[in-house]
């Protein structure tokens, strides 16, 4: 099993930056992918951003340019740092991992991310 824990959300005005964090713990040697995705509310959860073995990245063309997403070489932390904030980023943000063997997919709990206009 993976767990993962999100922190470093919180209320930041329009135009503001901000990064958020994800600790991985457990089989953490059978991720092979660890990403974020988020959920407004009255919407569905989206795809925000990924990275996969070999340190390919994948951004949301909402955020791309925005965002950065970076990961620790042993998988026990992925970030996520966002600038240029806009209100319509408003969501939980969600911590995800892919696993190389079954339940394959993990998610974090998620943390709150709030902008202001």
């Known amino acids: 099993q993976v767990q993962l824990v999100e922190s470093g959300g919180g209320l930041v005005q329009a135009g503001g930056s901000l990064t958020l964090s994800c600790a991985a713990s457990?089989?953490?040697?059978?991720?092979?992918?660890m990403g974020w995705y988020r959920q407004a509310p009255g919407k569905q959860r989206e795809f925000v951003a990924a990275?996969?073995?070999?340190?390919?990245?994948n951004y949301a063309d909402s955020v791309k340019g925005r965002v950065t997403i970076s990961r620790d070489d042993a998988w026990t932390t992925v970030y996520l740092q966002m600038n240029s904030l806009k209100p319509e980023d408003t969501a939980v943000y969600y911590c995800?991992?892919?696993?190389?063997?079954?339940?394959?997919?993990?998610w974090g709990q998620g943390t709150q991310v709030t902008v202001s206009s």
């Open positions: 995800t991992a892919h696993a190389s063997e079954r339940p394959y997919d993990y």
């Open positions: 457990g089989r953490i040697s059978v991720i092979n992918g």
């Open positions: 990275v996969i073995s070999g340190g390919t990245t």
